[in-house]
């Protein structure tokens, strides 16, 4: 037996209060729980995003494009957490799609930066409207100082995982 299961399982389903499968070992695991919570937020923005195709899955990355025009993509990757391979894959879909354009860079005509077309602008514009909803939705019954808190501490995380890729 994994010494990080409880002595006491049976062959008996384990659910959670909402009548979901659950395990024991994972009810306190932060990494488990963000994971969870990502799908589940992603996967609920998504389905009511139907009309804006593939560019809800990436408004993080056309957020930080938008913020930030004319970038190196090897500067999103990094950015965002991706693989420079990875990467390329999804502009190359949103390029197709007229929401982003690459251009070669002033400096290095190798090199390709990245920028929000005219569609492009306004789709991260309405995206961001319906987000804020969303995240209210997500958030419902949260205190504020608590939900800052959150916030707060996966700025955190975010800087503590970003250091250990160093």
Not at 19 to 35: E, H, I, V
Not at 92 to 108: F, H, V
Not at 142 to 158: N, S
């Amino acid at each position: 037996m994994r010494p990080d299961l409880p002595e006491d399982r049976t062959t008996a389903t384990q659910n959670d209060e909402d009548g979901f499968l659950s395990a024991t070992a994972l009810d306190q695991s932060l990494g488990y729980k963000l994971r969870l919570a990502q799908i589940l937020a992603y996967r609920s923005f998504e389905e009511q995003m139907t009309d804006y195709g593939v560019a809800p899955r990436y408004l993080g990355l056309l957020g930080i494009v938008a913020e930030n025009p004319g970038q190196a993509q090897n500067r999103l990757a990094d950015s965002i957490g991706l693989q420079k391979s990875s990467l390329v894959t999804i502009l190359d879909r949103l390029e197709k799609d007229g929401i982003l354009e690459r251009r070669a860079s002033a400096q290095d005509r190798r090199a390709k930066t990245v920028w929000l077309t005219n569609k492009g602008e306004q789709v991260v514009a309405e995206l961001f409207l319906h987000a804020r909803d969303h995240e209210a939705r997500m958030a419902a019954g949260i205190d504020d100082h608590l939900l800052a808190d959150v916030v707060a501490a996966l700025d955190v995380m975010i800087a503590n995982l970003r250091g250990l890729s160093d």
